[in-house]
């Protein structure tokens, strides 16, 4: 593995940083993240989910999943890291045939 720079960060104090690829590399070794190639193969975010569920918006969706009205998607599948400013750097991602099976459930419940 590639040794870290080191760098000069505020007072003399010294910070050590990784190219973001070689820390993904390695978790993808480890088993952390998925391979490239399985990368968000069948997730989906929460604009799909809320979609898939029959919610308003993606926050309609986050909203009742906060408050515990959805126990089966606490946990989800996966995450999305962004760098962009404009969203959130960590998205949950979940299971379509997860989301669609909870979808069938939830319509034939009487």
Do not use: C, N
């Not at 978790?27 to 029959?54: F, M, N, S, T, W």
């Not at 126990?71 to 959130?88: C, H, I, K, N, V």
């Amino acid at each position: 593995m590639p040794r870290p720079s080191s760098q000069k960060e505020g007072r003399g104090r010294a910070s050590k940083k990784w190219h973001r690829a070689t820390v993904v590399d390695a978790a993808r070794q480890r088993g952390v993240l998925p391979a490239a190639d399985q990368a968000g193969q069948d997730l989906a975010d929460a604009g799909e989910a809320a979609q898939i569920l029959g919610y308003k918006d993606a926050h309609s969706f986050l909203s009742a999943l906060g408050h515990g009205l959805l126990p089966e998607l606490e946990q989800p599948d996966g995450y999305e890291y962004r760098r962009s400013s404009a969203s959130r750097p960590r998205q949950q991602r979940w299971k379509r045939d997860h989301l669609e099976e909870l979808a069938a459930r939830r319509t034939s419940a009487p």
